[in-house]
């Protein structure tokens, strides 16, 4: 491991920083820090650095910032232990992804408490070399729509309540940064208007909410959906739904499934034409099958089955995904023909801004945490560094 007091140097790297394309720069890092981005002719001596060599031709962009991801590699943030939290913040570089929020599940109160007093505990003390970041904890459910559950267990489900919302932050250590939620569920309103005074992002999602509906609670403070297109009211000529208040209201930002199973790539097309770049999330919604073998996992209590690219209950019920937000990124670039400065948007910019750390991450740029990925010829993962340090290496990774 490279020491995190050195200054490290990655040169002869094309980089998409926060306001340029460089065609042949550097970025120099220490103390998980970027100090300078540059053009490398400018560059007076690189004898005082520790080098990172990068072939020639691959590409530098921010790490990307999964909001939505339940689990991967056989662990979830519902088993509440910090092995748990260790094993998803040491898988996740290898798909590009640098900081997440830790999902949870609908499930019993006592089991939802667990995980959020895990989540809150790892957070004090996660180490800082080699592994994705836990930017916090995202609650999906439970206070949802019970026929809008999907793999969320419907015995589980509660109407939003405030009470039990403080006693959870507190719980938590207050490490809740996103609620999913049905606003038109009793007591909706009130909650989206005590997240909103409150700085945590509230997100319409599982909900079968009416556009007028989707409209009293984006004026309650609601700026969030909740994997677009699944689990919602969708588009109708009559009804617009969750859906069309989604594509017509550029207050709320929509994470999307970007695997052309959840969404087909023609759908991603025709969200990301209505919300263009400043108005999606990539994410994943992956559960602890990801990087796994097909077999049969759990999820929230519930058996899924994973075979050919597909996670689904018993009923057929697609249950959470086995995508990577590396593939997410080129599958976006894939299926709209956007740019990679537009799917870095996607991955990177809109979850930091989104989340209000936009000051530390999202982009490269002098004074934000060292998170970079290198992509080569094929847009694939390289490289991934993790606030100043090599978390993956892909040909590491092969030997």
């Known amino acids: 491991m490279i020491p995190k007091d050195n200054l490290i140097l990655i040169k002869n790297i094309q980089i998409y920083s926060e306001d340029?394309?460089?065609?042949?720069?550097?970025?120099?890092?220490?103390?998980?820090k970027i100090i300078?981005?540059?053009?490398?002719?400018?560059?007076?001596?690189?004898?005082?650095?520790?080098?990172?060599?990068?072939?020639?031709g691959f590409i530098a962009v921010p790490g990307f910032i999964d909001v939505h991801i339940h689990g991967v590699n056989g662990a979830d943030t519902m088993d509440a232990t910090k092995e748990a939290l260790d094993t998803m913040a040491s898988a996740l570089p290898k798909e590009g992804t640098t900081s997440f929020l830790?999902?949870?599940?609908?499930?019993?109160r006592k089991e939802i408490e667990k995980a959020l007093i895990n989540a809150g505990e790892y957070m004090k003390t996660q180490a800082d070399q080699g592994k994705a970041e836990v930017l916090g904890i995202h609650l999906?459910?439970?206070?949802?729509n019970a026929k809008?559950?999907?793999?969320?267990?419907?015995?589980?489900?509660i109407d939003p309540n405030v009470s039990f919302l403080k006693e959870w932050l507190a719980l938590s250590n207050h490490s809740i940064k996103l609620v999913t939620l049905a606003p038109e569920q009793p007591n909706g309103l009130e909650m989206v208007r005590y997240l909103k005074e409150n700085g945590i992002i509230?997100?319409?999602?599982?909900?079968?909410?009416?556009?007028?509906?989707?409209?009293?609670?984006?004026?309650?403070?609601?700026?969030?959906?909740?994997?677009?297109?699944?689990?919602?009211?969708?588009?109708?000529?009559?009804?617009?739904?969750v859906v069309g208040a989604a594509f017509l209201h550029d207050e709320l930002k929509a994470e999307i499934i970007?695997?052309?199973?959840?969404?087909?790539?023609?759908?991603?097309?025709?969200?990301?034409?209505?919300?263009?770049?400043?108005?999606?999330?990539?994410?994943?919604?992956s559960m602890r099958a990801k990087c796994l073998k097909n077999g049969t996992y759990d999820?929230?209590?519930?058996?899924?089955?994973?075979?050919?690219?597909?996670?689904?209950?018993?009923?057929?019920?697609?249950?959470?995904?086995?995508?990577?937000?590396?593939?997410?990124?080129?599958?976006?670039?894939?299926?709209?023909?956007?740019?990679?400065?537009?799917?870095?948007?996607?991955?990177?910019?809109?979850?930091?801004?989104?989340?209000?750390?936009?000051?530390?991450?999202?982009?490269?740029?002098k004074g934000k945490d060292a998170d970079i990925v290198i992509l080569d010829h094929n847009r694939e993962i390289f490289m991934t560094i993790c606030r100043g340090e090599v978390a993956f290496h892909k040909e590491d990774d092969i030997k």
């Open 102 to 108: 830790a999902t949870t599940i609908t499930q019993e």
């Open 140 to 144: 999906e459910g439970p206070f949802v």
């Open 299 to 365: 999820l929230g209590g519930q058996e899924v089955t994973v075979k050919d690219g597909k996670a689904v209950l018993e009923d057929g019920t697609l249950a959470g995904s086995i995508l990577k937000l590396g593939q997410a990124f080129k599958n976006i670039l894939n299926y709209t023909g956007c740019s990679i400065e537009d799917a870095i948007q996607m991955a990177s910019v809109n979850p930091a801004k989104q989340l209000n750390i936009y000051d530390r991450k999202g982009s490269i740029a």
């Open 258 to 285: 970007a695997d052309g199973v959840h969404v087909r790539p023609e759908m991603v097309k025709l969200a990301y034409q209505q919300k263009q770049r400043e108005g999606l999330i990539l994410i994943t919604d």
């Open 202 to 241: 509230a997100s319409i999602g599982h909900s079968d909410a009416t556009y007028e509906q989707v409209v009293e609670a984006i004026e309650a403070g609601a700026n969030h959906v909740t994997h677009l297109f699944n689990q919602m009211k969708g588009l109708h000529h009559r009804e617009p739904g």
């Open 20 to 32: 340029r394309f460089i065609e042949n720069g550097y970025i120099i890092m220490k103390n998980k």
């Open 148 to 157: 809008r559950a999907g793999a969320q267990p419907v015995h589980h489900i």
């Open 36 to 56: 300078e981005v540059g053009v490398l002719s400018d560059l007076e001596n690189d004898q005082d650095y520790q080098i990172i060599e990068v072939p020639s």
